[in-house]
């Protein structure tokens, strides 16, 4: 597992964390206020209203680092279509959209994410600036040439905007049993500064900042015993835990009554979070079925009429920690089949009727589950659930296959949309598709729900993977 997992913690406000927090509120409704000076609309109260609607919704930001210009516009465009899409459904739900002028908000929507993309270039050259570096800088060592120390020492080489100026490492032993790090990753001899004994005096005379300390769990007795050299300095001291041995899922630093502890499995939606989620999930489902409430009506019509059995078909699932739950689909076979053994739709399969087979591509027979979501026990947007028979089968057989359970199943899902859609006829499909509701998890953020909506939209017109 590499070390470039996720691990939440309470960040030091740096200047760096401060701009990051207040670009983009700041671009946003600065945007808007010189477009109402060029149009000479007057600033009434309305506008605070709506300056305080979208700073609400995009602070303290939503940094994105993208390796490339793509990644940086797709990571805009989908946080900035998300903040619309909110203020689009409460402006039409409170008749509030109509106190602004229509012209004006066209150009604010389509201006903005072109404004913020130019502001996140501008901020990127100015942080990693030398200028700004060489105000910002911060020196450190690191205690303990081991892989997680030479993980954190390429980050302060190539992460600019971390403002780490690496001067080395302090080990306790010889330089010839350093070999295997000098050939595999790439160690210098004159990055060893020197033992442990030595780092005391080094960091008084040459005024270092920060001292991370990357020793093995093991080595409890020789940390307490730098840190107890270290209590004559004024330098800071971080302890880099060995924790990414493990498959971390929503890892982070928390407490129990003062006694820290590390989350190493945990679920996205836990405190805040999940209360954003719950909300999200009903205010997005009643938007929604409104215009599709005839649709699911003409649909239950055409499918009592077109073959004998129930509109609705109830299949047992998994749901949030492993719970069995009953999920709604229109029915699309002749089957409804929900015991112990469970075959899954294949194409051309004859179980399937003409109407099944449309509603199946189209994925209008998933319409009912918004029916789950406002029951609380579906998400618009998580792993979709499987039969109760598949999972007692592939938990067995994939490893961490029961993570995806962490969280509520979805309508659609991060799998889906990259193209593990359908059935999953063999184990490296279903694998496939775990590691990305695994990955869901980990990455987890509103933008990302509103980036599988829309490309899910997009997906069921021309999926060939559906039937």
Same mark, same amino acid.
């Given at each position: 597992?590499?070390?470039? $997992?996720?691990?939440?913690?309470?960040?030091?406000?740096?200047?760096?964390?401060?701009? !990051?927090?207040?670009?983009?509120?700041?671009?946003?409704?600065?945007?808007?206020?010189?477009?109402?000076?060029?149009?000479?609309?007057?600033?009434?109260?309305?506008?605070?209203?709506?300056?305080?609607?979208?700073?609400?919704?995009?602070?303290?930001?939503?940094?994105? =680092?993208?390796?490339?210009?793509?990644?940086?516009?797709?990571?805009?465009?989908?946080?900035?279509?998300?903040?619309?899409?909110?203020?689009?459904?409460?402006?039409?739900?409170?008749?509030? /959209?109509?106190?602004? *002028?229509?012209?004006?908000?066209?150009?604010?929507?389509?201006?903005?994410?072109?404004?913020?993309?130019?502001?996140?270039?501008?901020?990127?050259?100015?942080?990693?600036?030398?200028?700004?570096?060489?105000?910002?800088? =911060?020196?450190?060592?690191?205690?303990?040439?081991?892989?997680?120390?030479?993980?954190? =020492?390429?980050?302060?080489?190539?992460?600019?905007?971390?403002?780490?100026?690496? !001067?080395?490492?302090?080990?306790?032993?010889?330089?010839?049993?350093?070999?295997?790090?000098?050939?595999?990753?790439?160690?210098?001899?004159?990055?060893?500064?020197?033992?442990?004994?030595?780092?005391?005096?080094?960091?008084?005379?040459?005024? /270092?900042?920060? /001292?991370?300390?990357?020793?093995?769990?093991?080595?409890?007795?020789?940390?307490?015993?730098?840190?107890?050299?270290?209590?004559?300095?004024?330098?800071?001291?971080?302890?880099?835990?060995?924790?990414?041995?493990?498959?971390?899922?929503?890892?982070?630093?928390?407490?129990?009554?003062?006694?820290?502890?590390?989350?190493?499995?945990?679920? *996205?939606?836990?405190?805040?979070?999940?209360?954003?989620?719950?909300?999200?999930?009903?205010?997005?489902?009643?938007?929604?079925? /409104?215009?599709?409430?005839?649709?699911?009506?003409?649909?239950?019509?055409?499918?009592?009429?077109?073959?004998?059995?129930?509109?609705?078909?109830? $299949?047992?699932?998994?749901?949030?920690?492993?719970?069995?739950?009953?999920?709604?689909?229109? =029915?699309?076979?002749?089957?409804?089949?929900?015991?112990?053994?469970?075959?899954?739709?294949?194409?051309?399969?004859?179980?399937?009727?003409?109407?099944?087979?449309?509603?199946?591509?189209?994925?209008?027979?998933?319409?009912?589950?918004?029916?789950?979501?406002?029951?609380?026990?579906?998400?618009?947007?998580?792993?979709?659930?499987?039969?109760?028979?598949?999972?007692?089968?592939?938990?067995?057989?994939?490893?961490?296959?029961?993570?995806?359970?962490?969280?509520?199943?979805?309508?659609?899902?991060?799998?889906?949309?990259?193209?593990?859609?359908?059935?999953?006829?063999?184990?490296?499909?279903?694998?496939?598709?775990?590691?990305?509701?695994?990955?869901?998890?980990?990455?987890?953020?509103?933008?990302?729900?509103?980036?599988?909506?829309?490309?899910?939209?997009?997906?069921?017109?021309?999926?060939?993977?559906?039937?």
């Amino acid at each position: 597992m590499s070390y470039g $997992q996720k691990l939440s913690y309470s960040k030091e406000l740096t200047p760096q964390t401060f701009i !990051k927090m207040l670009i983009d509120p700041v671009l946003i409704i600065a945007t808007l206020i010189g477009l109402t000076v060029y149009e000479r609309e007057p600033l009434d109260p309305k506008y605070f209203v709506l300056f305080m609607i979208v700073f609400a919704l995009s602070f303290p930001g939503n940094w994105s =680092r993208g390796k490339t210009l793509r990644a940086e516009m797709e990571h805009i465009f989908s946080n900035w279509l998300f903040i619309v899409s909110f203020v689009i459904i409460f402006g039409y739900a409170t008749g509030y /959209i109509n106190s602004f *002028p229509h012209e004006l908000m066209v150009v604010w929507l389509w201006l903005t994410p072109i404004i913020l993309l130019i502001g996140h270039i501008a901020i990127s050259k100015f942080l990693s600036s030398i200028q700004y570096t060489s105000y910002a800088n =911060r020196t450190a060592v690191i205690v303990g040439v081991s892989d997680l120390g030479l993980q954190l =020492r390429n980050k302060m080489k190539t992460e600019v905007e971390l403002n780490l100026e690496f !001067k080395g490492f302090f080990d306790d032993r010889d330089l010839p049993r350093f070999k295997k790090f000098i050939e595999t990753l790439y160690l210098r001899e004159h990055e060893i500064i020197g033992q442990y004994s030595l780092l005391s005096e080094y960091v008084k005379t040459n005024a /270092i900042d920060i /001292i991370y300390i990357a020793l093995p769990m093991t080595s409890q007795p020789r940390v307490l015993d730098l840190l107890d050299d270290l209590k004559d300095t004024t330098t800071s001291i971080y302890f880099v835990p060995d924790i990414f041995m493990f498959d971390l899922i929503q890892a982070r630093i928390d407490d129990v009554a003062g006694i820290p502890v590390v989350a190493v499995c945990e679920t *996205p939606f836990s405190g805040i979070n999940g209360l954003i989620k719950r909300v999200s999930d009903i205010v997005m489902t009643l938007f929604l079925l /409104i215009p599709l409430s005839p649709i699911m009506l003409m649909i239950g019509l055409s499918v009592k009429l077109s073959s004998p059995g129930p509109v609705l078909f109830k $299949q047992k699932r998994y749901g949030l920690d492993g719970q069995e739950i009953l999920v709604y689909k229109f =029915r699309s076979m002749t089957v409804t089949e929900n015991g112990h053994t469970v075959v899954q739709a294949t194409k051309n399969d004859k179980r399937v009727t003409k109407l099944g087979a449309f509603l199946r591509k189209t994925s209008l027979d998933e319409l009912p589950q918004f029916i789950n979501v406002l029951q609380g026990r579906m998400s618009i947007v998580g792993p979709r659930p499987h039969a109760v028979s598949h999972n007692e089968t592939y938990r067995k057989i994939i490893k961490g296959y029961m993570i995806r359970h962490k969280v509520k199943p979805g309508i659609t899902g991060w799998a889906q949309v990259n193209g593990l859609r359908g059935e999953t006829d063999t184990i490296d499909k279903m694998q496939a598709r775990i590691e990305y509701d695994i990955d869901y998890l980990r990455q987890w953020s509103l933008a990302l729900d509103t980036k599988i909506i829309f490309r899910t939209v997009f997906l069921v017109f021309m999926d060939a993977q559906a039937y």
